[in-house]
C-alpha cells in the first residue's frame, strides 16, 4: 500500500495536511482539544513514521520508538467516540485533498476507522 500511494513524500504531506485541518476545522475541535499539551510536530512526526510501517514501507517508527502499542501510548489521553470521529473526519478530509486514487482513499478510511475506534478510552 506505501508504495501504491506513492511512498513517503504521499504519506508525510497527508499527516501535514491532516493536522493541519485538525487546527483549523471547527468540526475537529474535540480532536484537537485532545491533543493538548503535547508537540503537534512531534505527534505529526510520529504519526508520518508509524503510517510509513503500517502501509508496508519502513519500520521507521518500530526503529525509532519501538512497538506502537497503540492503545497503551494512547490511554493518557481522554479518546471517547467524538474524538475518534474527528479524528476520522480529519483524515478523510487530508485523503480527499491528496493525489491519493480516490478507490485507495476509500480503503485507507475503511483501514482507519477500527483503529481510530480501538483507542476509545472514556465513555
Not at 9 to 28: C, G, H, N, Q, W
Not at 68 to 76: D, E, K, T, V
Not at 96 to 115: G, W
Request: glycine residues 6%; proline residues 5%.
Amino acid at each position: 500500500m506505501f508504495e501504491k500511494l506513492g511512498g513517503n513524500s504521499v504519506v508525510e504531506k497527508l499527516v501535514d495536511d491532516f493536522y493541519s485541518i485538525m487546527r483549523t476545522d471547527p468540526k475537529a475541535s474535540n480532536c484537537l482539544k485532545a491533543h493538548e499539551g503535547r508537540d503537534m510536530k512531534e505527534s505529526a512526526e510520529k504519526l508520518k513514521a508509524f503510517l510509513s510501517g503500517w502501509l508496508g514501507g519502513p519500520q521507521l517508527y518500530l526503529e525509532k520508538f519501538g512497538h506502537p502499542r497503540l492503545r497503551m501510548r494512547h490511554s493518557p489521553f481522554a479518546i471517547g467516540e467524538l474524538e475518534a470521529t474527528e479524528w476520522l473526519y480529519c483524515m478523510d478530509k487530508a485523503l480527499k485533498e491528496s493525489t491519493i486514487d480516490p478507490v485507495l482513499q476509500i480503503q485507507l478510511l475503511d483501514a482507519f476507522r477500527p483503529v481510530a475506534l480501538m483507542l476509545k478510552n472514556k465513555l
